[in-house]
């Protein structure tokens, strides 16, 4: 089989696949910025998909950041990519992944953002679906929650194909901040932070594990401290925070959301039943519904599957459900 990579409607010779390969797939990522240029590159990188897309109105610039990717596919995994202006490039996606939306601004909050990319999804997510109808969809422009359960009303799909993000990366900043505060291997630490993708986002430490033992009873760090009340909350603060400083620093995050959302994607071309704390439709999940919001949920080939309910505290419960009144009072504010 002979790939090619078409950038600005030529096709370039990639080379040929081998015999026992897996099934074709295809992913669209729709928003050529920092994010989505980051996150096709990700993707060959490491094989998700044999087929990656980036559409944008930007001619110029989705043109650029497929051949500049098609330039190095020789040394990734085999696959192709293209670039296109022209919402057609995304039609038979296996996946849509949405990236554009209104540019984040340092100091600015992701809730901020709700308004200006509620308009962009008005528009953009129609023609997206119409030429898609079958694909998993992954939101991914901020504030995610809101805008996903913007998207999801808008798109008319059924909410087990139409999901956020949410905070799978925010869980990974978790994890990597108590793997280094406790000396152990971030692949260790089994940690959730749920809610919003944001300030107002909940650790949930009470089933937090660290290999097999629970988080809350793990005692002394490896800077001689414990890992109490004070620490744990430190820990939370830099998770919510991380995101600011890296865009006051660099003006975007987009290496570890890249990684992140490939994540994403290769637990559903692989439907791999994997546990991610993503952003759906909740419907009395621990009393609280009609709102999208981070929660730890199966994700394979049809898109989310069941919401798990972990063990939580009367605080942590109240946290999530302040949480989801932030998120939906946003989302009333824009007629949702």
């Known amino acids: 089989m002979t790939e ?10 990639l080379g040929t696949s081998g015999p ?11 928003g050529a910025g920092a994010v989505g240029s980051t996150l ?9 998909a044999r087929e990656v897309v980036l559409f944008d109105v930007n001619k110029a610039k989705v043109e650029a950041e497929a051949l500049d990717i098609a330039h190095g596919i020789q040394f990734t995994p085999m696959g192709s990519v293209g670039g296109s202006d022209d919402i057609g490039i995304c039609a038979g996606a296996d996946v849509v992944v949405i990236t554009a939306g209104a540019r984040q601004k340092p100091g600015q909050s992701r809730l901020d953002l709700a308004g200006a ?3 962009i999804m008005r528009d953009l997510v129609p023609r997206v679906v119409e030429v898609a109808p079958d694909a998993v969809y992954i939101m991914v422009a901020n504030p995610v929650d809101v805008v996903t359960y913007a998207g999801l009303k808008i798109s008319g799909l059924p909410d087990n194909q139409f999901f956020g993000s949410g905070t799978v990366l925010d869980s990974n900043r ?8 406790c ?3 971030v692949q260790n630490v089994h940690a959730y932070i749920a809610g919003e993708h944001g300030d107002s986002e909940i650790p949930l430490w009470s089933s937090a594990m660290i290999g097999a033992v629970p988080l809350l009873q793990w005692g002394q760090t490896v800077t001689g401290g414990m890992l109490d009340d004070t620490a744990r909350a430190r820990i939370a603060a830099d998770v919510v925070s991380s995101a600011y400083r890296i865009i006051e620093g660099k003006g975007a995050t987009n290496y570890a959301v890249g990684l992140a959302v490939v994540r994403i994607i ?10 991610l704390s993503v952003s759906s439709l909740l419907e009395d999940y621990l009393e609280i519904s009609d709102v999208c919001m981070a929660v730890p949920t199966i994700v394979g080939s049809s898109g989310v599957g069941r919401r798990l309910v972990p063990v ?17 009072s946003v989302a009333k504010r824009f007629g949702f």
């Open 20 to 30: 026992g390969e897996r099934k074709a797939s295809k992913v669209a990522i729709v």
């Open 183 to 185: 000396g152990v291997a």
């Open 312 to 328: 939580v505290t009367e605080t942590e419960r109240a946290g999530l459900a302040r949480s989801a009144e932030s998120i939906r």
């Open 266 to 275: 290769e637990a559903v071309l692989r439907d791999e039943h994997r546990v």
């Open 174 to 181: 978790l994890r990597y901040l108590v793997a280094q505060e």
């Open 40 to 48: 096709a590159y990700a993707c060959l990188l490491r094989g998700a």
């Open 4 to 13: 090619r990579a078409d950038v600005g409607g030529r096709s370039e010779l």
């Open 117 to 119: 990319t509620i308009d």
